[in-house]
Structures are given as C-alpha cells and as structure tokens.
C-alpha cells in the first residue's frame, strides 16, 4: 500500500514557552476579566453562554497574539503562499479546537473549575459555523487546520455567509428547515477588517477603444459595484505557533456610486441590474453536488474571487510593485471545485485590461498560478453556466472566456488536426439549444495542476471525465487522496481513546498520526483490548444519553451501534441500509429465534429542501424507526434513531461511540468520503463498498478488518453497459420483494397507505439508478459476518484497534504534505 509521504514531523506539546501562554491563574484572570469588563456581567450572574464567551475572549488573546506574530514573520520573509478559494468552510466549533491547540484544554478544564463552571457545558454554547453542505466545506477546514500545524503560508478565502447551512427539526419524520444564525449573539472569533474593504464590479457593459498602434482596449462600465468586508477567523495550528487566517467577504451596498453609468443613457435600461447588495452574502446555499443555475450562486462565486483577488494582489504589490513577473512564484490558489473557477477569467481581466499586459504574458502568469480539485464525477454537479447568465452579470467575462476558449480551441486543432468531435467535446462552450459554460473544461484549460480526491477517484478523472486532456497535457492530472485532522476528529473529540493511546505510545501521534501504528502490537494483547472496548462502551454510553436526550429512545449499549453519517443521497445508498434494516425486521417478525446481536441503527443526514426524494428517505427512515422501535417483539434486537440537525458538532459525539461505520455508496460514485476516515479512526469497523477511499482504507487495515461487498466500479459500468433491469432481481429475491412490497402498504404509515411509495417506485419503476437492489444481496451477506464477527469479542476488538492503528496515511497533514510536493510547492516558515 502507498505510505504516506516523509517529512520532517511537526513537534508537538512544545509550546507555552512564549509569552503566548497562560498558568491556571492566567486564565481564570483573563475569563474573568473578560466576563467584566468585555461582558458587563460578573461571576454571580453570569449563565454558560456569558462564560463562554468570557473563556473564548480570554482565548482570542493569546490567538491574536500569535496571528500578529504568524503575519509580521510571513511578510518579512516575502513567503510564496497558498490560497485555498472555497465557497464553503465547515468549521463547526473553534474554542475546544483552539484550547486543545494551544495545549491549554486542562488548565482551562480546572480553571473554569474553580469558578464553579464545567467546560463541558461551556463548550456547548457556541454556535456551530456551519458555512459549508458536507465533505468538500469540511475538506477546507481540515485543510486549513493542516496547513497551520505545518507552518505552512496559507490564506483560506471564502464567503461570509450571514446564514449557514438551514437547521434540521423533524416534525412526523419529516424533515423542516429552519434558518441558521450563527452570528446571532455574536461571533468571539471573527475580526473585521475595514482597512481592507474591496468593490466588486456588477452588470453593465463593455466599451471597446482603440489606442495607438492599434492596440484594443476594453473598458467594462459596471452597472452596480458591491463592496466585500473581510472578515477574518484566526486558524491556529497544532502547537500555536503559526496562526494562519481565513477570510470571509461579506457584502454591503456601495455608497459609491457609477455615476458614469447612470449617465450613459440607453445603456442604462438595458444592462443595469439591481441586486440587493446585502443578499449576496446573505445564506449558503443548501444544495449539495447539485449545480443550481440561480444567479445569485454565480454573483456569490465571482463576488468572493473577485474580493480574493483584489486582497492578494493587493499584498503582492506592496512587495512587488508593478513587476508582475514574480506572480506565479509567489502565490498559487487553489480551487475547491470549480466553484471559484470564475477567478481565472478575473485574474485574466485585471492583468490585460488593467494591468494593461499583453495576452500571452498574462495567461502565461495566469496558468500558473491556478490549480484545481475536482470532487465528483456526478454528472448533476458538473458546474455549467448559461453563457447568456454570464453575460448579463459579467460581461467582460464571456469575451475573455471565449478567448480562452479560441486559443485553446487552435491547440486541439494542432494535435487533433480536423477533428471537429474533439472540439465540441473540450471546449469550454457548449453548443447545446441554450449555449453554456463549462466551469469543468476551464478549469482544467486554466490551471497548472488537476487533482482527484482519492486513487480511484483521479484514475476515473483521468479515463472518463478528461481523457483528453490527459492526452493532450500528460502529468497536468494528479491525485491527492483526502485526509482529516486527528486533532479535532480523535484528540479534541475522544478524550477517553487519545489518553489510552498516549499511554500507550506517547503524545506525538497528533501530529504524526503514521506513529498509531505502534499499537497493532498490542491488537491481541487482551489487557489492551478491554481497555480499548471499554473507552467505546463508555463512549456509547455517552452517545446513548444524548440519544435519549434528543429524541427520548432508549438504546441498549451493549448492542452493536451501527452509524451511517453524511448528507442524504441516493447515490451514498442510505435506503438501501434501510432496506436491510428492514429485511432483518421482517426476518425477527417470521422468525423470533432468529440469531443475531442486538444493533442499534443511527442515522444523522440532511437532504437538500428541493431534493424530494432526499427527503422521502428521511420520511421513511423516521416512520419504519417508529414502527420497529415500538414493537415489542423485536425492539431487544433492532432500534433505528434517526438524530435530527446532523452537523459537526454532532458528529464529534457520534463518532467515538460507533462500532460499525457504513460507507455503502455505489461504486464509483463516491469520490473519496471523510467519514469513513473518521469513523475508522476512532475503532469504527467499515461495512462498504469498493469506492472512494473505502478502497485505500482496506489496504491499510487489511481485508480481516473491514467488511466489503457489492460490485466493483467495473462491475457497474459492465451492469449498465449490458442493461441494468432492477425488476429481475424483485422477482427473483422473495425477501427483497417483500420488503419493497411493505413500503407500499400501511403498515408503517398508518391510515396513509402509498405514503412511502416513491421510495419503492424509484428503485423499480424509476430504474433503481444507484443499483441498491443489485447488491443488496452481497450487503445482507457482508452484515451476516460483521454481526459473527461482533459476536466474537476478542476479534471485534483487534479489528477495531487495527483500525485506528492503521488510519495514519489518512491524516489531513499527509493530504498537504502531497498537495505541497506535487503542486504548490511551497515550504515552511517557522514563526517564533
Ligand atoms: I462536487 N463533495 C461535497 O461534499 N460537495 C460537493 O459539492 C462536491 C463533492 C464531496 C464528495 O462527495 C466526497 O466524496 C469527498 O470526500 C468530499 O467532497 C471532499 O473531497
């Protein structure tokens, strides 16, 4: 199996030697200074939402000391950077994450004490900062957290979203969106940054000019300008010694005005849009590896490259003056899909238009300064813009992309010479009834680099999505697998496992997760193993009262606690786990003897407000949980809780108590997964299919220590190829049939016969596009063994410590490491 890329590790545990450190003197002093004079309130009166702030502001002291520091070191040494563009950052909460990174989580814990106050309850406070869906916003801020450890230059810019990702209430098993206000009482972390406000252009039009000797010049005369205000959030790294920012722009209406446009008559009418300033920023949207085709969503996207931009050649003229030549070597941005892809046509627009460069300089800098990520193969989330959209709101834009695209266009005409197939096929314009821009195509055309998120993913990148452009620019297209910051996703939120494992091993792992490893020797060690389950039973038994807590369903611990965690689609199969779950239901029904462990099933997901099927799952998860959980002749053997508001901050108490983490998406389908990583890390054992990481995840443990089925990505293309008939497989497997025959009946939806219809429907009628019937045979097999298996105590536990033991290449920090080499290029800067 590949191992993870060497480097010289970064040190933990050395910090607090700075002044940047506190005693538990210090900090009771500062909290409670904060709690009087920042919060007007004193120890009497203050409720845990004063303390948390208190404690927080207390903390931002010392993470501002250190951003001072990180900024003054990185500017004096002219450093190369990396700017990660993203319209999402999934950073759930900071000040746990920021205590435990500054090392003072202990001293804090005992502080907080002896005032009388529990951290636990503290930490509950904050607001999640849920500015982002799913995988890719939590990718970003994973990578940030890396990026920081490592002491890496880095600048995280994206979108100051005055509402994230809706909350989830479930009312009758279906899922209502409510508005999420993160900022409501106030953010403890973020600064404004007015000094550092940006205009973004809107609408109008374009004026051509001609200079002398004959040079075109082009004039964009906006019809509306925008202003964006920073907003920046401290990223501290592992160690506290570099403190890194991300950057969020939120918008205002501009008081200047174009009076020059106001002026310019017929033009007016005809371009001249008016947008509310203030929307632009206003909510996330909600719709996950879905290209929505609104407006707004493209003015978000070139609203935030644009403020981006604007900042960084802002920082690199103060170094650089006028010389543009050093550009590329000094900043490289990447883009987190092709959402920020719009920033390849703006960098191009200020480099010829305002910098007044000629076209081939400037694409020369422009293209390499430019990678891209690509985070999907799903045809439906393939970003396509209407050219006509484009040039209503950009109108430069369209002429500079369909310069890009001419000059482009010449070169498949050299290597493909004639070839007109190949032409429609990789330009950037889609000549479909209503022409469209494929963000796809021009970000690979406009970028130095291209990666894939896992090994399959970037192998499938590279044979079906853009094979071309493999041919046509060999090594432009490359993988870096994901990875997942183990200080949020194992230190900060499994306390009971990081002490046993420091016990064990020391304190490094953290910051060089490879070292886990160490505890395969003790896999069999039967001392080790009972201490190992038994921080996971105490870990359920947490889970189980938050379970109890949120939704009043009594869940037996020592039951198996079965968990599958990710946004509701059909393609990551969530009904066909609920097929099975029904299957065994109907099996306890028909058979009271039948043998198995009893097994708790915990479901956590929020579907897309428009995605109706999305939501009928959620429906039908809900109502067979109701009907199974109240039946006394199986509710000793199966439970289903379906725990509302999935967020991160769920997560973390979710994934410490997993024994069986199901990544079961059809194979080829899910481009890497995060959660599988984060499941197995903290001891949960895989049932899923080969895809995405899965696959990488079972080399590193081996197949005895995961639970594998269901076709291969060949084995699918080969299905559909040959025609895929899901009806086949209804009338051939009786049980399966009589499952999908039940959601047609009343019987978990009382006096509302049909009312999970649509579910069966889509997977008969509607094709069963994600083939859930085709292996789900293969997946009832897979659950046979893995309950054996369960059953088998000795055996559980080593499988479960050999997959926390095994999980080091999925370090995030290994993830930058390869992004480093492979792309950016860039070194360390030690800030002291
Ligand atoms: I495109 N991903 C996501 O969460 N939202 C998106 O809009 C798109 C991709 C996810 C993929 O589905 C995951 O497989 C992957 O692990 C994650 O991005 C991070 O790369």
């Not at 009771?28 to 303390?51: P, Y």
């Not at 082009?218 to 202003?227: A, L, R, T």
């Not at 058979?591 to 929020?606: E, L, Q, S, T």
Request: hydrophobic share 40%.
């Amino acid at each position: 199996s590949s191992k993870a890329t060497p480097r010289k590790s970064v040190k933990a545990q050395t910090i607090n030697t700075s002044e940047a450190s506190y005693s538990k003197a210090d900090i009771k002093q500062a909290i409670v200074r904060h709690l009087h004079s920042t919060l007007g309130t004193d120890e009497n009166k203050a409720d845990n939402h004063a303390w948390w702030k208190a404690t927080s502001a207390a903390m931002q002291e010392l993470v501002l000391e250190r951003l001072r520091t990180t900024q003054k070191t990185h500017y004096m040494n002219d450093t190369r950077a990396v700017h990660y563009f993203s319209a999402e950052f999934l950073m759930g909460r900071l000040l746990s994450n920021n205590m435990h990174n500054f090392n003072l989580f202990e001293t804090a814990d005992a502080a907080l004490k002896e005032l009388g106050v529990e951290l636990a309850d503290v930490l509950e406070e904050e607001p999640d900062m849920a500015l982002g869906n799913g995988g890719l916003g939590r990718l970003a801020a994973c990578f940030i957290d890396s990026l920081a450890t490592m002491e890496l230059p880095a600048i995280g810019y994206g979108i100051h979203y005055e509402h994230g990702l809706f909350r989830q209430e479930i009312k009758n098993g279906a899922q209502i969106e409510r508005p999420d206000s993160w900022r409501d009482y106030g953010n403890p972390w973020e600064i404004c940054r007015p000094e550092s406000i940006q205009e973004v252009p809107l609408f109008g039009y374009v004026e051509t000019k001609y200079g002398e000797n004959g040079r075109v010049q082009k004039e964009w005369h906006p019809g509306n300008i925008v202003k964006g205000v920073p907003w920046d959030i401290p990223i501290v790294g592992y160690g506290a010694k570099t403190v890194n920012v991300l950057r969020l722009w939120q918008s205002e209406s501009s008081d200047y005005f174009n009076w020059d446009v106001f002026n310019s008559g017929g033009y007016v009418d005809a371009q001249r849009e008016n947008i509310q300033a203030e929307t632009i920023s206003k909510v996330l949207y909600p719709n996950d590896e879905t290209e929505a085709g609104k407006e707004l969503r493209l003015i978000q996207q070139y609203f935030f490259c644009a403020c981006s931009l604007k900042d960084i050649i802002r920082r690199y003229k103060r170094a650089h003056g006028d010389d543009w030549s050093r550009f590329s070597e000094q900043v490289v941005i990447q883009l987190n899909d092709t959402h920020p892809a719009i920033a390849i046509p703006e960098l191009m627009r200020i480099l010829v238009d305002r910098a007044e460069l000629d076209w081939d300089t400037a694409w020369g800098i422009c293209s390499k300064t430019f990678a891209y990520t690509n985070h999907t193969l799903l045809p439906e989330a393939l970003e396509r813009w209407p050219v006509r959209m484009i040039e209503k709101i950009l109108p430069r834009h369209i002429e500079i992309i369909y310069e890009i695209n001419h000059r482009f266009l010449t070169l498949v005409e050299k290597k493909w010479p004639g070839d007109n197939v190949m032409k429609a096929k990789l330009s950037i314009i889609e000549e479909s009834t209503e022409k469209m821009v494929r963000m796809g195509n021009l970000s690979v055309i406009g970028s130095f680099a291209v990666n894939g998120v896992a090994e399959i993913h970037s192998k499938l990148v590279k044979e079906n999505l853009f094979p071309e452009f493999e041919e046509l620019w060999p090594g432009k297209l490359t993988n870096v697998t994901n990875g997942i910051t183990p200080r949020r996703w194992l230190k900060a939120c499994n306390p009971l496992l990081s002490e046993l494992i420091g016990k064990k091993i020391g304190d490094d792992w953290p910051s060089d997760l490879p070292r886990l490893d160490k505890l395969s020797e003790f896999a069999d060690n039967k001392t080790f193993q009972n201490q190992f389950m038994k921080v996971k039973q105490k870990n359920k038994e947490a889970l189980a009262a938050e379970i109890k807590h949120q939704t009043g369903i009594s869940v037996d611990t020592k039951a198996i606690f079965d968990i599958q965690i990710k946004r509701l689609h059909e393609y990551k199969r969530q009904h066909l786990n609920l097929l099975h779950i029904m299957a065994l239901y109907r099996r306890l029904l028909e058979n009271p003897d039948y043998d198995m462990h009893p097994r708790v099933f915990i479901f956590g997901a929020k579907a897309a407000p428009g995605y109706t099927l999305a939501k009928d799952i959620i429906f039908a998860i809900n109502k067979v949980a109701d009907k199974i959980n109240n039946d006394p002749r199986v509710n000793h053997k199966i439970k289903v809780v379906f725990l509302p508001n999935y967020r991160v901050s769920l997560a973390e108490k979710m994934i410490p108590a997993a024994d069986v983490s199901q990544q079961i998406s059809t194979a080829g389908k899910e481009a890497s997964g995060t959660g599988n990583m984060k499941l197995a890390l903290n001891g949960a054992v895989t049932i899923g299919t080969l895809d995405g990481a899965n696959i990488e995840i079972a080399e590193e443990v081996g197949d005895d220590n995961i639970f594998i089925f269901g076709m291969t990505v060949d084995e699918v293309t080969k299905l559909s190829t040959k025609g895929y008939n899901p009806y086949d497989i209804y009338y051939q497997n009786k049980e399966l049939k009589a499952v999908l025959d039940w959601l047609d009946s009343d019987y978990f939806t009382p006096g509302q016969p049909g009312a999970l219809s649509s579910l069966k429907n889509s997977m008969l009628s509607g094709g069963d596009p994600y083939m859930c019937l085709a292996d789900f045979e293969s997946y009832s097999e897979a659950n046979k063994a893995l309950d054996s298996a369960y059953r088998d105590k000795p055996r559980w536990a080593k499988m479960a410590i050999l997959n926390t033991a095994k999980m080091g290449k999925f370090t995030s920090d290994r993830s930058i490491a390869d992004y480093v080499e492979r792309i950016w290029k860039l070194t360390p800067c030690e800030v002291n």
